[in-house]
């Protein structure tokens, strides 16, 4: 009887423990935002101290930030605003099959620079190349250590 018991036990577990599923570490879960956000704003200001009581004071860098999320949770886009609300450039990411990220384009006006990441079999990340409309500017290769 008690090894009936112990071997249901056992088989119940097994099967709990295969039906979780891993959790997926998206942009959303590395910014410790929860549920189903699409977007976010924010701007940084310096902190001033008026008597004791802490108040906005002026932009830290003149720019406001959105960053947007796919379906999934990773960031799809990133938009750079000055503070009148003018458009300085965007960044607009793109996923390999699985999560990996495989380019990352830069638009600032009429210029384009572009991020390729190349990863090896296991989805660890080799390389990185940043280009510009004509040519490679900068090559990051990753080693093993």
Not at 30 to 39: E, I
Not at 95 to 115: L, R
Not at 116 to 135: A, P, S, V
């Amino acid at each position: 009887m008690k090894l009936k018991f112990l071997f249901l036990l056992l088989f119940f577990i097994g099967i709990y423990s295969c039906s979780l599923k891993e959790k997926e570490e998206n942009d959303l879960f590395k910014y410790n935002l929860k549920g189903k956000v699409k977007s976010i704003k924010f701007e940084n200001y310096y902190a001033m101290d008026e008597f004791g009581e802490i108040k906005k004071g002026y932009h830290l860098n003149n720019s406001k930030y959105e960053t947007r999320f796919n379906l999934k949770g990773f960031i799809e886009e990133s938009i750079t605003y000055d503070t009148l609300d003018n458009l300085l450039f965007t960044k607009n990411y793109y996923y390999t099959s699985s999560t990996n990220i495989d380019k990352i384009i830069y638009n600032k006006g009429e210029k384009t620079h572009v991020e390729n990441y190349k990863y090896d079999i296991n989805g660890k990340l080799q390389q990185i190349n940043y280009y510009d409309e004509e040519r490679l500017l900068t090559k990051y290769i990753y080693l093993e250590s």
